[in-house]
């Protein structure tokens, strides 16, 4: 499978390592356009075996699948460079832009292009990502089927409508940075208890990942919160200062806050 990226950043590097790594590509049928200050994303995908260019239309004319990642706000004028190209035709297009919707690269696109919207997270970048797509409106099951086995190359993906887009990018786009805080606090909860900072935060951080792994084995998480905490326990000492401070409200909150920002933005980058 040819895979072109407009935009080589990191993501799109993490990406492209994935489907080398995952067998769905080999490394000389991948390409990424890449600004021309920058040497150093060129040379990584280099260094990949992949081929790096300055400019977008090459990519597109060598590539089966175009993996748009590119900021948001530089989706529409890349694409407007290779609008008109013939190789854009009948071709699916993935875009990893926040906020930009499917209606809004279709319109910039030639009427045969399909069209889907991912929204990945960082931790792609570590091959343990949560990505959800969304189809645009001439993207068929076969695409959908295709970029969920891409992404899942990286991590997880799963479909949802694109009106959930916004809770998506909100609760796992954002999410990183919420657990980032959830960790730095239980580190610096364990250096006023007397623990050393490295290995506050290295416990810290492998009770995160511990726990995340035990609740992929099944079950529901208040469940396993229960099985934690004994009667009278220091647990259930903690978890009640928890919720007298908020904080699942706190947590919830984020999310719905997040939301609304993203729908903010949204509207300003479809307008």
Not at 15 to 44: M, Q, R
Not at 132 to 158: E, I, N
Request: hydrophobic share 40%.
């Amino acid at each position: 499978m040819k895979i072109g990226f407009i935009g080589g950043g990191r993501l799109a590097f993490a990406l492209a390592n994935g489907f080398i790594s995952a067998g769905l590509a080999k490394p000389d049928e991948i390409s990424a356009s890449c600004h021309p200050s920058d040497t150093t994303s060129a040379d990584a995908f280099k260094g990949l075996g992949a081929t790096a260019f300055f400019e977008n239309k090459p990519v597109v004319e060598r590539s089966e699948v175009v993996i748009v990642s590119v900021k948001p706000d530089v989706v529409v004028p890349a694409l407007r460079e290779i609008k008109d190209l013939p190789a854009s035709k009948n071709k699916l297009f993935i875009s990893v832009a926040m906020g930009v919707s499917t209606t809004t690269i279709e319109k910039t696109l030639p009427s045969e292009a399909r069209v889907i919207r991912v929204m990945p997270n960082t931790p792609a970048l570590v091959k343990e990502g949560a990505a959800a797509l969304s189809r645009g409106s001439r993207a068929t099951a076969d695409d959908a089927q295709l970029t969920a086995k891409l992404f899942r190359a990286v991590g997880t993906c799963d479909e949802v409508p694109e009106y959930q887009m916004d809770a998506v990018t909100a609760l796992s786009g954002s999410g990183p940075a919420y657990v980032y805080m959830l960790i730095e606090s239980l580190a610096d909860g364990g250096v006023r208890c007397g623990l050393p900072r490295d290995l506050a935060l290295r416990l810290a951080a492998q009770t995160t990942l511990g726990a995340a792994a035990m609740l992929r084995t099944g079950g529901h998480p208040a469940a396993m919160k229960d099985n934690v905490t004994s009667p009278g326990g220091s647990t259930a000492e903690g978890t009640y200062h928890l919720e007298q401070n908020g904080f699942r409200s706190a947590v919830i909150g984020a999310v719905m806050a997040a939301t609304n920002r993203c729908k903010v933005v949204n509207q300003q980058l479809n307008n």
